[in-house]
């Protein structure tokens, strides 16, 4: 399946796209559909007289005609906020991608999909020029010449009347291990879908280099072990994976053809911050816990009911402080509330009651006309010691996000522990 660039279009999160054929506007609303089955949210795409709107995911649409390349709700131009959502990707599943090589990818003419094909492939094919990860598979195999160990049951009864064959068990070194073919099927489901040439070449150059790996009819269930001995290869891996997890259909499928690879903002955000947490406060005697066991509110004779798990639990010699992100747009104009929901505070509330926590954090993203940190501070009045912070991180900016989490969690004149 092959799209035309002519076809290809962005929208920001919650933003609408107009086509011209109305039957590209079904198919991706078709291919919408199963993806909003399988991330379990309310909505992906909404069909609207002239087009589809997008809900509040990230991330791509593909179908033969049309790529519909969905970013998210940050100022900025388009290659601009592309190269934050990169960031967001490449921090929530610890793929560690440096400045330098986003650099060399045109962010504001190339959609979200060609540059992490790019990524990956110039990664990969960087990589295996160095040379493929091998293992030693175990082979057994009948021979005029003794190779590694005599299998004695074999020989015994098969070849008890034939001693010019010998039964052998070795093992032998090849490149057809779990991991390679992990990667021959991500290579060969993105040259599919890649309209860049550039990422064409790179793929075809790895299809090559891969031709003696068997194919996986699974991929995503390959028993990958990653060790010491291939190391280099751990961040291509998670690479791999992420692009696989996408939902791949072709016209075998009996269903209408197409990719999607999208993202449920909020579980980005908040998997993007609780990454940048655990590197905030690395250095610090505190244990950050993500989506810790939760507490429960309620109970009854069969045991607990209504699980209390917020987003993140960060336990410090002070005492716990609970965390819960919510990607939701403050209002700066909305006086002493900010916009901030009844609901998201009661919630909160009953995770500060239930952890025993005296400080408690609403986290929200950093829009025009906020502070960039604390924006407001409550203190709780059904307990004196309780308080509550509204602030907010600049998730355009994802390098800063780091720094600024460690201000807004370790405020002035507070101790985290001993030896903060």
């Not at 045991?303 to 819960?324: H, K, M, R, S």
Request: with cysteine.
């Amino acid at each position: 399946m092959r799209t035309s660039r002519a076809c290809a279009q962005s929208c920001k999160e919650n933003g609408s796209v107009d086509f011209k054929d109305q039957q590209l506007a079904d198919r991706l609303h078709a291919v919408a559909l199963r993806a909003k089955t399988r991330l379990k949210v309310p909505s992906v795409l909404e069909r609207t007289p002239n087009g589809v709107k997008a809900a509040h995911v990230v991330g791509i649409i593909s179908v033969p005609g049309a790529t519909l390349e969905i970013l998210p709700k940050i100022d900025g131009p388009n290659g601009d906020v592309r190269k934050a959502l990169v960031r967001m990707l490449s921090v929530a599943w610890n793929l560690r991608v440096a400045d330098g090589e986003l650099a060399g990818f045109d962010t504001q003419r190339s959609d979200l999909l060609e540059v992490l094909i790019g990524l990956f492939a110039s990664r990969l094919l960087a990589a295996v020029r160095r040379g493929l990860p091998r293992r030693y598979i175990g082979q057994e195999e009948d021979l005029q010449l003794l190779r590694g160990r005599l299998n004695v049951v074999r020989q015994v009864t098969r070849f008890a009347a034939r001693p010019d064959v010998l039964a052998c068990r070795f093992d032998e070194l090849s490149e057809d291990t779990p991991l390679n073919r992990v990667f021959k099927a991500a290579v060969r489901r993105l040259t599919r879908v890649t309209r860049s040439a550039a990422n064409d070449r790179l793929l075809a150059e790895l299809a090559a280099r891969l031709e003696f790996v068997g194919d996986s009819a699974a991929p995503l269930k390959e028993p990958v072990r990653l060790d010491r001995t291939n190391t280099a290869f751990h961040d291509l891996h998670r690479l791999a994976r992420l692009l696989l997890s996408g939902d791949w259909q072709s016209m075998a499928s009996g269903k209408s053809p197409g990719f999607s690879l999208l993202f449920p903002m909020h579980e980005l955000f908040e998997r993007f911050v609780g990454r940048c947490l655990l590197r905030a406060l690395a250095r610090c005697p505190v244990d950050v816990n993500l989506q810790k066991r939760p507490h429960s509110a309620l109970q009854d004779c069969e045991g607990p009911l209504f699980n209390l798990q917020p987003d993140i639990v960060i336990e410090t010699q002070a005492g716990p402080i609970v965390l819960d992100t919510k990607w939701k747009e403050l209002n700066h104009e909305d006086g002493r509330k900010l916009g901030v929901t009844q609901t998201d505070v009661y919630q909160i509330l009953m995770y500060g009651q239930a952890y025993n926590a005296e400080r408690l954090v609403l986290l929200y993203p950093w829009r025009s006309g906020l502070e960039e940190g604390i924006n407001r501070r409550w203190q709780v009045v059904v307990s004196a010691n309780r308080r509550l912070d509204i602030a907010t991180v600049d998730v355009g900016n994802p390098l800063r996000v780091v720094t600024a989490l460690r201000k807004i969690v370790r405020m002035e004149g507070e101790v985290l522990g001993k030896g903060a």
